[in-house]
């Protein structure tokens, strides 16, 4: 859960570096987000399979699970990639 809160200003200052094409910001950026989306998935089996579940846990996941899109989906926006109103 703390790792994709972390990751947020990882993916959006892929979009920072100057020495990349602006499609390989885009496959790091997806990759990155397609991995920190995997480690939700993982933490969140791990955690019901070792009976490691917590009431913070189960608060702070969705929250950070919301921050990571809300991030990509404005930097989506900022790009012109995605409408306002589709990103709302």
């Known amino acids: 859960t703390w790792t994709r809160i972390v990751a947020i200003p990882l993916i959006i200052g892929v979009y920072y570096l100057d020495s990349?094409?602006?499609?390989?910001?885009n496959l790091i950026a997806t990759v990155l987000f397609v991995l920190f989306a995997?480690?939700?998935?993982?933490?969140?089996?791990?955690?019901?399979?070792?009976?490691?579940?917590?009431?913070?846990?189960?608060?702070?996941?969705?929250?950070?699970?919301?921050?990571?899109?809300c991030a990509a989906l404005l930097m989506l926006v900022q790009m012109d990639r995605v409408n306002v109103l589709v990103a709302l």
Not at 20 to 25: A, D, F, V
Not at 44 to 65: C, E, I
């Open 20 to 25: 990349l094409t602006i499609e390989t910001k």
């Open 38 to 69: 995997f480690t939700d998935w993982l933490d969140g089996f791990l955690a019901r399979k070792l009976n490691q579940t917590s009431a913070f846990g189960a608060f702070l996941d969705p929250v950070a699970d919301k921050f990571l899109v």
